[in-house]
């Protein structure tokens, strides 16, 4: 018989969702999971919910795109974000699953995908990383204990422990 190849790795940066609002747009994640979180949405972050409703359209300007696990191209999220200019991917299934606050991400509303560019917690070495390891570095020098805070990830980038607290250099 013939064999059939394995399909390639799905790539897990990617997410797929219905069009619903064409524009593409970079932008950190917010996450929410209840309209009674809805205060914690800066101007500019991506809105990433289950699913949206007439409650929810006061936030739409808010947000530099929209992204739901429900819906299609006519649901709530797609038409007013249309309405407002504002990209938007909808019925991605398990948006809300694989993506968290602080994601980094990049939403391309006509095709449909969210590309996640970097996770929460995870800094480039080539930006901010050298903050971390400067502060290490002097911590030694100054004879004080280091509890590391911040990990070699691979890719060149450092991985932020749960615990440490980096809203300074944000």
């Known amino acids: 018989g013939s064999e059939v190849a394995a399909p390639p790795p799905a790539d897990e940066s990617v997410i797929l969702g219905h069009a619903g609002a064409a524009g593409r747009v970079q932008g950190l994640v917010r996450r929410l999971d209840h309209y009674s979180d809805a205060a914690a949405l800066r101007p500019g972050e991506v809105l ?39 990209p938007a991917v909808v019925g991605c299934g398990d948006a809300t699953a694989r993506l968290r606050t602080g994601d980094r991400v990049d939403v391309d509303g006509a095709a449909g995908r969210v590309t996640v560019l970097a996770r929460a917690g995870v800094v480039d070495a080539g930006g901010k990383g050298y903050v971390f390891i400067l502060e290490a570095t002097l911590s030694v020098l100054r004879g004080e204990a280091y509890a590391p805070e911040v990990q070699p990830n691979k890719g060149g980038a450092f991985e932020v422990n749960e615990h440490a607290d980096f809203a300074a250099f944000s």
Not at 75 to 82: D, E, F, N, Q, Y
């Open 48 to 86: 990433v919910t289950q699913l949206t409703n007439i409650g929810w359209t006061p936030l739409f300007p808010r947000a530099g795109a929209i992204v739901t696990d429900l819906g299609a191209p006519l649901s709530h999220a797609a038409i007013v974000a249309r309405e407002l200019g504002i």
